[in-house]
């Protein structure tokens, strides 16, 4: 992917070797859980008289419970100390854990494999916050959702090979079990010896006093957590999605050996399709959100989760009975193929939902306590995971089956997505946002380096159309502050996303000369704040594709605030179904041209001083060019 830093660093010791071992962690889990659950779902007699159903659900709940009960203390951990020393500490844990599992299987004891899952979810619990915590300090903010969606993908990709390689190995007659037990010490074997390839990552807050009390620590970090709204409700998100998943992943072998009349190699099937969504939708990110943190994807994520959920309910409840089938011919027919469409799409959306709400965290946690936040993100994870095995087992006993099971879930992600677009509207205003510009245009980008990572700016562009700020916003990797024309403020369905996004509507002073004076108090306070503002200084849409002079208005904002000024030119909106071009702008909707060429760009920051109305009109002209 040409310009992209996304896989470019996998080559980085910054990221090579720190992936590397969250892909070994994330393989070797799933070659023994895998393991396990195919023995407890297809021999459940030879360990217990609990039912299948039952028991998977229960060892899902004692894997998520060290989640709830650790991570708050993991996380001061994760703030106190190094954390590439950390991660080889907790990689030598998961050496320990995988010799119990193997000391479980061999002896066929239940107790033990329980008390080997309980102990992985320990050992990842501790792993959880430093595995987050560490991207931010390595990775700049462009590279970002790229790393992060690199490492979702990894974690797809080994989660798909260890359930592949567990659900084989667990089969073979004879020495199936020693070959898991083996390979799950020599992979963590391998861990340890990358893990000492992670560069140093220094302590943000090396004088933390640890509390060791995980009642009192898990209540403080959660209250701690909690007064970032934009981070916590992320972090709500996130959970649910974990809910989601717990609801679907965990009842794939019953579905499998139950529900489709499948051998345990369709379980992996089933698998490797939803991970595998799962890693090119994250790898997609990155793309989609023109490396930004764009979490407009959440809601286009939400939407995919609910759909496809319920079109696999209906393809599970339509599936013909049939005797037992292996995985070539379960594969080979082609009234399979719809519910692994559906699976494919679940993990693709789910790809687009879970990595934009990470990197939202990341990017918006204080460094000094980015550790604890994850580790509470980690601790409402566990919450709604423990909540969907209860759930399920609840349902069960209720005498629902696995399709309606996820009916039910696909039904409840509508209502909880619906509820946290409602609680917080940026997510749908983004989301309005990133659909104008993937659907109705194509945007041609360039040269926005030039509006500043931090601090206040002030964005100075030419007004062609009423989707301008909307086009602006979208491209930019900062939120922006619009001041606008109070008509075009008040529009139907744009006002939504005008309000959501702090914009700013002004009127002229023979029109209300208490609504300019609020906004230039409102615009200098924002500036004063370190805000980026846009104005079009124009102070009307063109009629005739041309720039008019800049008013100003312009020259009152810099002598009150001084600050950089960045400006932008708007191309090939004119004459589009927004503009003014012919008469009134969306007056003629053959003038909608879906995935039409658009163009923005920025040229470099001009200081206050030399910013003049006359100077900078000709910087946007000459930015524009002949493209209207």
Known sequence: MKGSGQFRLLGERRFGPFLGVQFLGAFNDNVFKQALVILLAYQTASFTTMSSDTLQNLAQALFVLPFFLFSATAGQL?????KSRLITITVAIELAVMALGAVGLFMQNLKLLLAALFLGGVQSALFGPVKYAILPQHLNETEIVGGNGMVEMGTSIAILIGMVYGGWMITQPGWGVAGVAVSAMAISAAGIAISR???????????????WNPVTETWRNLKFTSQNRTVWNAILGISWFWFYGAMFITQFPNLSKNVLAASEHVVTLLLIVFSVGIGVGSLLCERLSGRKVEIGLVPFGSIGLTLFGVD?????????THGPQGLAAFASDPSHWRMLIDLFLIGLFGGFYIV???ALIQTRSDPAHRSRIIAGNNILNAVFMVAAAALAIGL???????????????????????????????????FLVWML?????????SGLEHVPDEGAALIVANHVSFVDALVIAAACRRPVRFVMDHRVFRLPVLNFVFRTGKAIPIASAKEDAQMMERAFAEVAQALREGDVVCIFPEGRITDTGEVYPFRRGLTRILEQTPVPVVPVALRGLWGSFFSRAGGAAMTRPWRMRPFAKIGLAAGEAVAAAAATPEALQARVQALRGAWL
């Open 197 to 211: 390839f992670i560069p140093r990552s220094p302590a943000p807050e090396p004088g933390l006093r640890i509390n």
């Open 356 to 358: 934009p709400l990470y």
């Open 396 to 430: 069960f006993a209720a005498g629902l089956t696995i399709p309606q099971l996820i009916l039910v879930t696909a039904l409840l992600n509508a209502v909880v997505a619906l509820y946290i677009y409602l609680l917080v509207p940026e997510f749908l205003m983004r």
């Open 78 to 82: 994760a703030d106190k100390y190094e």
């Open 437 to 445: 510009v993937h659907s109705v245009y194509r945007l041609e980008k």
């Open 312 to 320: 696999l309910w209906l393809a599970a409840e339509m599936h013909a």
